[in-house]
């Protein structure tokens, strides 16, 4: 029994009876039954629990689970805890051989079959997503095995049922030779997840259809595929929108055709027409687009057009249901990816619900459709005993990669088919690739891990550098590709390249988004890509005192676990959009405007859409203030084409910033956003130059401390204590900001900055240079007729590095002056995360609780992280002036601040000007109820000490973002080195 049980649970064969060849996800009208809804459930410890599947067997004292569901989600921990895991195996390493003590999921239910269904010719029972292996019963008679988490398998079970009362058994092992090959980046999640069905198949009916279409100026082509038993024909073919019936005697009469006016399908126009195929015996509905993809050169073109995929990664997540998939948040989900301009999805990493792949069809995706195969947990061992180039496995990959086409071949919006992601190179991948050729000649193929290029058809890489990138897409063929031999990168620069994961959107960031756009568009061999990833993984729960938040790994006491790493979306798990997310929108917007003298010229970056959906709107503000709005007429922009138009009449004032901005919004209702959604915007400076008022130079300095007043500021020997009738602490140096996820990271890819060291983070340089335990020592203090001058020394222990301070206040018109200037000593060797003051203003009777100001907004945004900033007046409350990100790090920063005024309560508590400095920088703000040290030690938001202190930073510069967690570090351009810097600020009360 021991030794069945282990042959079974580590057979590297796909598992047996299920029905074979795959088909595809078909539309019938012939007979079934959902078998969704509540099972009775026992959960195991091993997989060697008592045998269950007989007719007799008493269930009553088991409990009841829902299906689809995973049972680590149900039962508050009663049936084991989920697990996360970037890239190592939480079992030993030991293929094809799993534990013993193996969580084992049985599940019994009664169906009733109808006494009609006698007539059937089949009976079939379709299992839609079962992880990982099981195993099926049917009225007590052994049907058969599966493996494939995300794949669909059926058994026929005919000979098994009776009419009426049924009792269908499965049994489930969390852990099976199939895990193996299941190591993708997500949480371990056992269980049926997705749909189960009992279908009745006809005689006479269709076992299968595929549609193959393709379209050439204006005209269709239809290659139809009817699966069916001889005595299923005649079968029709019907388009009725475009007058179209075929009807087919024999097999053999099933031949191509062509119908002309036919509108193309793409992801901008995702025009849809709905075909029956029918027999007398059944009618299955499709919905077609034609369209054609080929890969001509080095361009991947659909209906002879180069796409460019602006693109996410996306996981089949929720944080209460895990992958259990609820059409209407997909079908929300997608429309918010529409919403923020993403055109494009790699389906990471296995096939999403089928479901999925009709909205994408619906709503209008380009979709890279992913295979069911991830092995990097191999890595840990130097990928010895991969079941990529081990023969044993051969069936198994061949298996996944057939049953992910079958299913989902009908698609117009999958363009290209993805053998899996991370598993090393090997013949079975080679072998997948060539029998996905053989079958579908109408889509190339896509691996990363091929990187000499030598079974797949395009040339893709994860997190490639700037330059990097710039040096695939130019044409210097001296320059060898990284992996790649001379003559393998010779062979891969003659294909299309595209970033299947780049630009890793963990916490806080990410930034450099813009420089990948634009050498897009620079070099046409470059396709865009794929950002990791498009939503945080996390699962609600809650902590000890009942407070929810959201998961990741560690937070279930796992053995091993990848942390939040996890947690590394545009999205968040809330579906909360991040700044990230803003940002990409404002990169990848299909439209470029750019303003000449009283002209804009507005450039279409579309694939094939003109810009009749859309209306272009403009406004001018004086400081952020309306002052005038209109229409903008622009002429009809077709896709790669440009239009120049003239400016409206802009009133300049003298006395305020003038801002033009113009928006195109849709002009009419979609399925994805309402009228007047904004699609792109820019922003125009009409500004007159004003002079900055000048530093007043004074002599008479002397030393004094005591007791002093200077307008709304009160001084106790030189140290700040009350401002505007409130207490306050500080200005105090801070060169510390709680490090965001790619501070943290240790990449390697530091190439571009001088100022990282490789497989060091830049937190842990910041750490060891003291930069979040400085102290201050005070030099001297002076005062002047209406001026206090100090000058402190900031260093921390155990360092001799040090920055001078000096501190300026003065009275200056009707107001007060605070003039810093920031010195750091020599010998800094690293990057800084910020250089800034930050004021301490604790609640007594009133906290301060809000901001209003005029600057860049209404985000957050940092040097490599502004497209999506805008120049106006924005107001939040202090709670929302941060991002609730999954692990608490550095956040709220709004850049190029103007004016800032302080509210308690809607009430105005301070108002600040910020002058530029010298060269003309603006410095920018963050209010927090949180110091950077505080955020730093939390692991969670709810770890978050209680707060009786807002604290208001003014950073004369803040250090980019970049995409360290997994990916490139900041640029340079962006990159805060240690360097003198000067913070001007008129301060007035309320």
Same mark, same amino acid.
């Given at each position: 029994m021991l030794s069945e049980l282990s042959a079974y649970v580590s057979d590297t064969a796909p598992g047996r009876g299920a029905l074979r060849p795959a088909r595809s996800w078909l539309h019938s009208d012939a007979p079934s039954r959902s078998l969704n809804g509540p099972w009775r459930f026992r959960l195991s410890a091993t997989a060697a629990a008592e045998d269950f599947a007989a007719d007799g067997f008493d269930d009553h004292g088991w409990d009841t689970a829902p299906v689809p569901s995973h049972w680590v989600l149900q039962g508050d921990g009663t049936y084991g805890r989920p697990i996360y895991t970037n890239v190592q195996y939480p079992f030993p390493i030991d293929p094809p051989h799993v534990p013993d003590e193996n969580p084992t999921g049985d599940y019994r239910r009664h169906i009733g079959i109808p006494a009609d269904w006698s007539d059937a010719e089949r009976i079939v029972l379709r299992f839609d997503g079962v992880e990982s292996v099981f195993k099926v019963w049917v009225n007590g008679v052994e049907i058969g095995t599966a493996s494939g988490s995300r794949l669909a398998h059926e058994f026929d079970v005919t000979s098994a049922v009776r009419p009426g009362d049924n009792i269908v058994a499965v049994r489930v092992h969390q852990w099976s030779a199939a895990s193996y090959l299941e190591d993708q980046d997500q949480w371990w999640l056992p269980g049926i997840f997705r749909d189960v069905t009992l279908i009745a198949r006809p005689a006479g009916g269709i076992e299968d259809v595929w549609l193959r279409t393709g379209y050439d100026n204006g005209r269709g082509r239809v290659d139809p595929e009817v699966t069916a038993d001889t005595t299923a024909f005649p079968v029709t073919l019907r388009i009725p929108e475009l007058g179209v019936e075929r009807i087919w005697s024999t097999a053999s009469d099933v031949s191509p055709f062509d119908i002309e006016g036919v509108e193309p399908w793409s992801a901008e126009r995702p025009r849809l027409y709905d075909v029956t195929v029918s027999t007398a015996a059944e009618s299955v509905a499709l919905r077609v687009g034609f369209r054609t993809v080929e890969i001509r050169g080095d361009r991947f073109l659909v209906n002879g057009r180069r796409v460019v995929f602006h693109g996410v990664n996306r996981h089949e997540t929720h944080p209460e249901r895990g992958r259990v998939f609820d059409e209407?948040? /997909? $079908?929300? &989900? %997608? /429309? $918010?990816?529409?919403? @923020?301009?993403?055109?494009?999805?790699?389906?990471?990493?296995?096939?999403?619900?089928? $479901? *999925? *792949?009709? *909205? /994408?069809? #619906? %709503? +209008? @995706?380009?979709?890279? *459709? #992913?295979?069911? %195969? #991830?092995?990097? +947990? @191999?890595? /840990?061992? +130097?990928?010895?005993?991969?079941?990529? &180039?081990?023969p044993a496995w051969r069936e198994a990959y061949l298996d996944r990669i057939r049953r992910t086409v079958e299913r989902d071949k009908n698609h117009p919006s999958v363009v290209l088919w993805s053998l899996g992601n991370e598993a090393g190179t090997g013949s079975n991948l080679a072998a997948m690739s060539a029998w996905v050729h053989a079958r579908d000649a109408g889509r190339p193929v896509h691996y990363e891990g091929d990187h000499a290029g030598e079974y797949t058809d395009v040339y893709s890489r994860m997190y490639a550098s700037v330059p990097e990138t710039e040096r695939i897409g130019s044409d210097d063929s001296r320059s060898t590709l990284l992996n790649c031999t001379p003559a393998q990168s010779a062979r891969q620069r003659t294909k299309p390249f595209l970033l299947c994961e780049y630009a890793h959107a963990m916490g806080n960031g990410p930034g450099a988004l813009d420089q990948y756009e634009a050498l897009v568009h620079r070099h046409p061999r470059l396709h865009g890509g794929f950002v990791w990833e498009w939503r945080d993984h996390g699962i609600l729960t809650t902590a000890p005192d009942g407070t929810p938040y959201f998961a990741y790994g560690g937070d279930f006491g796992e053995v091993v676990h990848d942390g939040n790493f996890v947690m590394d979306g545009m999205l968040m798990s809330n579906d909360v959009p991040t700044p990230g997310l803003h940002e990409y929108k404002a990169v990848v917007q299909p439209l470029r405007f750019a303003f000449t003298g009283d002209d804009i010229a507005i450039a279409s970056l579309r694939h094939s859409a003109d810009t009749s959906d859309l209306r272009f709107h403009w406004r001018v503000e004086h400081d952020g203030t309306l002052v005038e709005s209109g229409e903008l007429k622009v002429p009809v922009v077709a896709a790669g084409e440009s239009e120049r138009v003239p400016l409206p009449e802009i009133p300049v004032s003298r006395d305020a910033e003038t801002w033009f901005t113009v928006d195109a919004v849709l002009a009419a209702d979609t399925p994805w956003a309402p009228a007047g959604h904004v699609v792109a915007t820019a922003q125009l400076d009409r500004s007159t130059p004003r002079p900055v008022p000048r530093v007043r130079h004074r002599t008479d300095w002397r030393p004094d401390g005591g007791t002093l007043t200077l307008g709304v500021a009160e001084f106790v020997d030189g140290t700040l204590v009350r401002l505007a009738d409130r207490a306050v602490a500080g200005p105090r140096l801070e060169l510390f900001r709680a490090p965001t996820d790619n501070d943290e990271g240790v990449s390697d890819a530091v190439e571009e900055s001088d100022a990282s060291i490789a497989g060091v983070s830049n937190a842990e340089l910041w750490r060891r240079d003291g930069l979040d335990r400085l102290t201050t020592r005070r030099l001297s203090v002076e005062r002047a007729a209406d001026a206090l001058r100090t000058l402190d020394k900031v260093s921390a222990a155990n360092s001799a590095l040090s920055v001078l301070v000096e501190s300026v206040w003065s009275i200056e018109g009707d107001g007060l002056e605070l003039r810093v200037e920031i010195e750091p000593s020599s010998g800094w060797r690293t990057v800084w995360p910020r250089i800034g003051i930050r004021l301490d203003l604790p609640d007594g009777t009133s906290p301060v609780d809000g901001a209003d100001w005029f600057g860049l907004g209404p985000h957050e945004s940092y040097p490599d992280s502004l497209r999506a900033a805008r120049t106006g007046r924005f107001s939040a409350g202090v709670r929302d002036l941060s991002v609730d990100y999954a692990r608490p790090q550095e956040t709220g920063h709004r850049s190029h601040l103007r004016q800032l005024t302080l509210t308690s309560a809607g009430a105005t508590v301070l108002r600040v000007v910020a002058l530029p400095d010298p060269r003309g920088r603006r410095p920018g703000f963050t209010l927090s109820r949180h110091t950077p040290q505080q955020i730093a030690q939390a692991g969670h938001p709810f770890e978050l000490p209680d707060s009786t202190t807002s604290h208001l930073f003014v950073d004369a510069a803040q250090h980019g973002l970049g995409s360290r967690a997994c990916g490139p570090d900041v640029w340079p351009d962006f990159a805060l080195r240690p360097e003198a810097r000067t913070i001007r600020l008129r301060i007035t009360a309320g």
């Open positions: 209407e948040h /997909a $079908r929300e &989900d %997608l /429309a $918010r990816m529409k919403r @923020f301009n993403v055109n494009a999805i790699r389906t990471s990493h296995y096939p999403p619900h089928p $479901r *999925l *792949l009709d *909205l /994408a069809d #619906e %709503l +209008g @995706f380009w979709v890279v *459709l #992913e295979c069911d %195969l #991830e092995t990097h +947990g @191999f890595d /840990a061992v +130097g990928w010895t005993g991969n079941p990529s &180039d081990d």
